[in-house]
């Protein structure tokens, strides 16, 4: 599928058609099925960085495509694969990999990475095309805690282990978005009982990541308000930044697909737009290719009067 190409942006440059190959089939027997994965790219360039995207409970490698594909139209190979927990794989409810799925999705990324070459080679015009020392890891809700363990983010009992490290060097940055805060006392009793690896540290993320956030995003699984959303960017160290979106929910504006019908009242495309442009402004710097992006993309956003969001560093 070839899409065609929006005007000129300039501070994330300008946008390219891109292309979708799925699936690409990686064999993981000890996962129980392969690894299905979805790569979508830019036609044309060379030297291209690689964003791993995982995505929220539930949905699979064909879903965020509002997002996964203005990355890819603007310089990047997106890998996303589809984990254990998406309902186009049916898991049974009794399947014993249940308690173990946020496993499994963190070891989804690293298959990737760790067989980028049969990943590149599934895809035609794509070999010789991608720089593999370039990888950011990026995800939204779930998928943000599972790309964050590979930025340094540890899962405490009882589901983990405070001394199991799974950060992996090859992984430059993140974005993650709607990344789960503190567990607790700021877990509701059913986000307690049926997610018992919603119990992170952010002691050792000092990996450089953007996470973002809505101001409108009432989880029911914390006791909290929406500044849960907020812990790993106050809590970790190195540096991180924190987009907060203005009058949105999880939802982000409705990043997770085109043209659905309204998931709730604050589902808007200028907040979609907003989290694009700022998310790409930020790959585009943090994966060395224009150190100017992220520092205009602060400015601009700092600069207008009436902002759909807001950007704080630390």
Do not use: C
């Amino acid at each position: 599928m070839i899409r065609t190409p929006a005007p000129t942006d300039s501070v994330i440059g300008p946008p390219t058609a891109t292309l979708s190959t799925r699936p690409v089939i990686l064999p993981a027997p000890e996962r129980g099925d392969d690894l299905q994965v979805r790569v979508t790219a830019p036609g044309s360039g060379e030297g291209l960085p690689v964003v791993l995207f995982s995505h929220g409970f539930g949905f699979s490698m064909d879903a965020y495509g509002p997002l996964t594909d203005f990355w890819a139209s603007h310089g990047f190979v997106v890998i996303q694969p589809t984990h254990l927990d998406s309902a186009s794989l049916g898991l049974a409810p009794t399947d014993p990999r249940g308690p173990q799925i946020w496993r499994y999705r963190i070891q989804d990324l690293v298959t990737i990475v760790d067989n980028l070459d049969a990943v590149i080679a599934a895809v035609p015009g794509l070999p010789g095309r991608v720089d593999r020392s370039r990888i950011a890891a990026t995800g939204h809700s779930y998928g943000a805690t599972t790309a964050s363990a590979l930025l340094g983010a540890r899962v405490l009992p009882p589901a983990g282990d405070a001394q199991e490290d799974f950060t992996d060097s090859r992984i430059r940055a993140g974005v993650l978005l709607s990344l789960a805060g503190l567990a607790g006392n700021d877990l509701t009793p059913i986000a307690t009982q049926f997610f018992p690896f919603m119990n992170p540290s952010f002691e050792h993320f000092s990996a450089p990541a953007l996470i973002t956030a809505a101001d409108a995003d009432q989880s029911p699984l914390s006791t909290r308000g929406p500044d849960w959303w907020e812990d790993a960017y106050a809590l970790s160290p190195g540096v991180k930044y924190l987009l907060t979106l203005f009058g949105a929910d999880h939802a982000q504006g409705g990043i997770h697909a085109y043209g659905t019908v309204p998931q709730s009242d604050s589902d808007n495309p200028a907040t979609v737009a907003l989290v694009q442009r700022v998310t790409t402004a930020y790959l585009r710097t943090a994966l060395q290719v224009d150190e100017t992006s992220w520092p205009a993309m602060q400015q601009e956003l700092a600069g207008q009067l009436e902002p759909g969001g807001r950007i704080t560093t630390k």
